[in-house]
């Protein structure tokens, strides 16, 4: 599988990342480079193989259900680049 | 079962529903962190640095809020999955403060399972239809934008963000509006018997994302379109209509649905797209490499079991069979976990008080309530969360006339004067008089006066007009201030009338 | 009276506790250090001289009225500016983070300053821990201290990402640093520059406050002068964390109590898959050196395999950048850090310039890639596969300890390259991770301890690959080695 200018195109929005048609003409051959070389994976025979899900053994821990934060808004909103009586500024959303 | 039809230009149509409800979990923290979950705090005063995703902070889950899903899976008998684990979800929103929300794809924690819904309150055995359940699975909240308090702005608030969910997926077995209304109102009670979400669609604990297709009966699925958030479950049943009409005029003005995401505007009464979502979505769901996977062991599932409380099925079938209720009133009895509760309290109490077994006053006990009280906080404006009158002192009303003390008429006078004063029912009767008489010697000269007043009457009885007998009970009850006996007031002036006949 | 900055861990710790120096004397030495080397070296992002002396003054109250002292009372040390510290700029030497201070500490550096470490400053890195030559930084690279003996003057990479931290300890400016290692950015630079550092098996340290990169793979440890210095501060910085549900439940072992080079009863596996064609040859005789070190030191040396070696490097390259993608979607303009927002931008615009501008081109890159490889229609084909694969590889690992105790290979394969002889090549830099990659994918504890010198008069280290939890086992075959290659080499002052 490669990747073409339309597609690095549609991955750099999906990650909302902009970039100009130089960047992504040049991003293009980096791209193939790269996911080229991982492509040699598909030689693993991994037939009955599960893929890895806790790399240690180890169980999820759960917690109590006991209120232990929160009530630190100023912590939350000091390093707000547009704090806004106690909100988040952000540019205006159209729904 | 549904006959509910669209009539379109080029005939009936039929409307097939599913609905993803999502409703939030009772627990006092949020899913993945330590901060509240209270419902109208300051903006952003119930935010951990977890929940505004500050560089480095952990997701660590929340023990009650996976019990919880997992006594809502055994409530509908699904199949509940002892692994499981969390996935995320990436999309960019500034309600999301983590660019990804934490939910279940692949290993929801619990599977397939059912809700039965019954069509007809009047017939309830035979009018049940069974909707399946594909999926509950867990997942975090998002906070909320708030779009009118500045000109160029919009506002963040992320107390709301993290709070855990259940989203409950059916399947699309749903037929008309009706349908989806029986099933929200069941998925709600059942929720609310298990103590798992409180309901709350005001307050957005729960709110539906509404799948509606149209097809020529029994013909191809059709496209679907997905309204989301609908908050009551009158604006749900709105929008299958309304989104179903909407689709059947599409078609056949030659057009094809669009699978896209809708909003509904209960002001305009129509569902609109929603353009701001409709870039394509690509979630690049994967596990989420914070979190080990989820393992439920025996003693876990053990004590969510145990902890289930009666159902409302069972406890329908149960108020029929054991109590001898009708299916009408088992049903609405049942519809609400307080109602039962009520229910309950007052039967023990009654059954206390009148020294008989619960199956002999339940009768006595559900028409009381369901046509006294009931009918008395509807006047009031109040309902039984609320209401002056509890179940001990209901029970101690019900077993004045259990015991023949008073009679059914005066009962209701009784009723008046507790909820007027908030005082017993015993001390009403026995400071007002009320108390019944069964003295024979004075129900029969009250019955001979009123005989002797109303010769003319008397005399028509007697030439044929029967209907007269109630008169003269009626006039004998009244002459006693309704404190007569009226099985034994019947009887003498059956026999006072027969008397003079013979 | 001993240049106290020629001290490591074990010295300071025990010099001030016997009353031979204050701690305030060793902070001053190191911050004088730090200053004098920043122009030079870049090695630092900011410098806290303000904290390590009031950690250092706190530690000689202490003492003075008799109070125990913490593992670390006295050390002053640089902390990876991947670990959030309250009130001090943490950036990930990025953009986008510049300039954001927290309001809360990282787990693993709070146990440190509760153990009696003080910080001299945060150090600059690969940006998000991505790379291996620590050019990726938004705050420039940084310098190795080392030099090659050819004469020449070109600048060498300290390795990444802990770059900043290998050059510091290496250079003096501090006795010990913390890493983070997500595919061998610990155990790379330490061999690049002479150290020895120590990733721990996963969970041990935990990953609260520390930024992520790909938390399946991220694990703090220590980067020091030696092994023991090694062991000591990564008892400080290790141990149960109820904030990190990957965290490990276990008490933390007392590793420089059990330190012991003999390797006697002990098999050291040599993975045949590691001597790969057209190893570099100086890389070959090191460990070649290195398996005659374990063997005079008792262990019997044991030929193992490990199949799928060769697939780790496309594995975790897929892997990391997969969860890099999502773990960095919270930079987004709107909570903390940069925010760029162009005339009349809506939401959406203000992520994309802000993301745009905030990361530099090789987190793009990797973000790039683990969008892509998550992205419909491809997950399966990569992601899935990818973890697929690192099942194997961990089963790898689980066979081979059939065998051995341990496993020796060289850390890298070549020692320190010269600055941007390897940037404008991403694949070619990724190979550098050849070795370290395996045991990351597989949660293992792994080291690098010194070896030697190469024919350019730069540094070589031999990695050493333990079980899961057995970080004792790994020190332990590291001071074998430590004791016998007998490496003092430091590079020459010319900062
Ligand atoms: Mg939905
Ligand atoms: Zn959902």
């Keep these: ?95 | 079962m549904s006959e509910y039809r669209i009539e379109g230009a080029t005939g009936a149509w039929e409307v097939v529903v599913g609905l993803e409800v999502h409703a939030q979990v009772t627990s006092h923290s949020k899913l993945f962190s330590g901060a509240s979950t209270k419902f109208g705090a300051e903006p952003n005063s119930q935010v951990s640095l977890v929940d505004a995703a500050m560089p480095g902070m952990l997701p660590v889950p929340n023990r009650e809020c996976i019990r919880q899903a997992v006594r809502t899976g055994m409530a509908i008998e699904a199949q509940i999955n002892k692994w499981s684990r969390f996935d995320r979800k990436n999309y960019f929103y500034a309600d999301l403060p983590q660019g990804y929300q934490i939910s279940q794809l692949y290993h929801p924690i619990v599977g397939e399972g059912s809700i039965d819904v019954v069509l007809d309150d009047k017939d309830p055995e035979n009018s049940i239809k069974t909707i399946g359940i594909e999926r509950i699975h867990v997942e975090q909240d998002a906070g909320k934008l708030m779009h009118d308090q500045h000109p160029t702005m919009s506002y963040v608030d992320l107390n709301r963000s993290g709070v855990a969910l259940m989203e409950i997926v059916s399947r699309p077995d749903m037929r008309s509006p009706a349908e989806v209304g029986a099933y929200l109102r069941k998925l709600r009670s059942i929720l609310r018997y298990v103590g798992s979400c409180d309901g709350n669609m005001e307050e957005g604990s729960m709110r539906a994302d509404v799948n509606v297709s149209v097809r020529k009966p029994g013909g191809e699925l059709g496209t679907r379109t997905e309204t989301k958030n609908v908050n009551s479950v009158r604006f749900v049943m709105a929008v299958v209509e309304q989104e179903a009409r909407r689709q059947v005029g599409v078609i056949e003005d030659g057009g094809s649905i669009v699978q896209e995401t809708r909003l509904y505007d209960p002001d305009r009464n129509e569902t609109r797209s929603m353009r701001s979502k409709e870039d394509a979505h690509d979630y690049r769901y994967f596990p989420d490499p914070d979190l080990l996977p989820l393992e439920l062991d025996e003693a876990f599932l053990a004590e969510c079991r145990a902890s289930l409380p009666e159902l409302p099925d069972a406890k329908r079938h149960r108020y029929e069979n054991a109590l001898g209720l009708s299916p009408y009133n088992a049903g609405v009895l049942t519809a609400e976990v307080e109602t039962a509760r009520w229910f309950e309290a007052l039967l023990a109490a009654t059954s206390a008080k009148a020294g008989k077994p619960e199956a002999e006053v339940a009768k006595q006990a559900a028409n009381w309530l369901m046509s006294e009280l009931f009918g008395a906080l509807n006047r009031l404006g109040k309902s039984l969360e609320n209401s002056p009158v509890s179940p001990t002192a209901g029970a101690e009303l019900l077993g004045l006339v259990a015991k023949g003390t008073i009679s059914g008429s005066i009962a209701k006078q009784v009723l008046e004067r507790m909820l007027e004063t908030g005082d017993g029912a015993e001390a009403i009767v026995t400071r007002e008089g009320l108390t019944q008489t069964s003295d024979s010697g004075a129900i029969e000269s009250a019955v001979e006066a009123v005989l002797a007043a109303n010769a003319d009457k008397v005399e028509q009885y007697r030439g044929g007009k029967e209907a007269l007998f109630g008169f003269f009970v009626g006039q004998t009850m009244k002459a006693m201030q309704g404190k007569a006996n009226p099985q034994m007031v019947n009887e003498v002036v059956r026999a006072k009338l027969g008397a003079s006949t013979a | 009276m001993t240049d106290l900055t020629n001290l490591g861990v074990a010295a300071i710790r025990d010099g001030v506790a016997a009353g031979e120096f204050t701690a305030r004397e060793v902070a001053e030495g190191f911050n004088a250090n730090v200053a004098a080397a920043q122009s030079a070296l870049n090695a630092f992002i900011v410098a806290t001289p303000d904290k390590a002396l009031a950690a250092a003054d706190a530690v000689d109250a202490a003492r003075a009225s008799g109070k125990p002292l913490g593992k670390m009372a006295g050390v002053p040390i640089g902390m990876k500016d991947l670990f959030a510290t309250q009130g001090v700029q943490t950036t990930a030497a990025s953009h986008i983070l510049e300039g954001f201070v927290p309001e809360y500490e990282s787990t693993v550096s709070q146990k440190l300053w509760d153990a009696g470490a003080g910080m001299l400053g945060k150090l600059n890195l690969d940006q998000f821990a991505m790379g291996s030559s620590n050019e990726t930084s938004f705050f420039g690279n940084v310098i190795s201290p080392w030099k090659r003996n050819d004469g020449g003057n070109a600048g060498l990479a300290p390795g990444g990402s802990s770059g900043g931290s290998a050059a510091a300890v290496s250079a003096r400016l501090c006795p010990a640093a913390t890493g983070t290692d997500t595919g061998g950015s610990i155990r790379q630079p330490a061999a690049f520059v002479g150290i020895s550092g120590i990733k721990p098996t996963y969970g041990r340290c935990s990953r609260w406050g520390i930024v992520a990169f790909a938390s399946s793979l991220d694990q703090a440890g220590p980067m020091a002068r030696d092994v023991r210095d090694c062991a000591i501060m990564l008892e400080a910085m290790a141990g149960f964390d109820p904030r990190d549900a990957t965290s490990l439940d276990l008490p933390v072992p007392a590793w420089e109590a059990g330190l012991n080079p003999d390797m006697r009863g002990l098999r050291v596996g040599i993975p045949r898959e590691y001597r790969m064609d057209g190893m570099d040859a100086d890389v070959a005789k090191s460990w070649d050196n290195g398996i005659a070190w374990l063997r005079d030191a008792g262990a019997e040396i044991v030929d193992i395999s490990l199949p799928h070696t060769k697939y780790a490097l496309p594995a975790y390259y897929i892997v990391a950048p997969a969860e890099a993608s999502s773990n960095l979607a919270r930079y987004d303009g709107v909570r903390y850090g940069l925010r760029e927002l162009p005339d009349g931008a809506g939401l959406q615009d203000m992520y994309a310039a802000t993301r745009a501008a905030g990361f530099g081109a090789e987190v793009k890159r990797r973000i790039l890639i683990g969008t892509y490889v998550l992205s419909a229609g491809f997950y399966d084909a990569y992601y899935t596969q990818a973890q697929k694969v690192r099942t194997l590889i961990a089963r790898d690992f689980e066979a081979a300890w059939a065998h051995c105790d341990v496993i020796l290979a060289p850390t890298a394969p070549s020692a320190a390259f010269a600055l941007g002889d390897k940037s404008e090549d991403p694949l070619a830099m990724y190979l550098n991770d050849v070795f370290a990659v395996p045991a990351s994918l597989a949660g293992l504890p792994a080291m690098s301890v010194p070896a030697g010198l190469n024919r350019e008069g730069l540094p070589l280290g031999l990695q050493i690959i333990g079980k899961a939890f057995d970080e004792q086992g790994v020190l332990n075959a590291g001071l074998a080695i430590e004791a016998r290659a007998r490496f003092n080499a430091k590079p020459e002052k010319w900062w």
């Design chain 1, 1 to 95: 599988m490669s990747v073409d200018k339309a597609t690095v195109a549609k991955i750099a929005s999906l990650a909302r990342i902009r970039m100009s048609d130089d960047e992504v003409a040049a991003m293009v051959p980096e791209l193939n480079n790269i996911l080229g070389w991982v492509e040699q994976l598909g030689e693993v025979d991994v037939s009955g193989v599960e893929p890895m899900t806790a790399v240690i053994p180890n169980h999820l821990r759960l917690r109590d259900d006991v209120v232990t934060d929160g009530r630190v808004r100023d912590k939350v909103l000091a390093n707000a680049p547009a704090p806004e009586h106690g909100f988040f500024g952000v540019p205006k959303v159209i729904e």
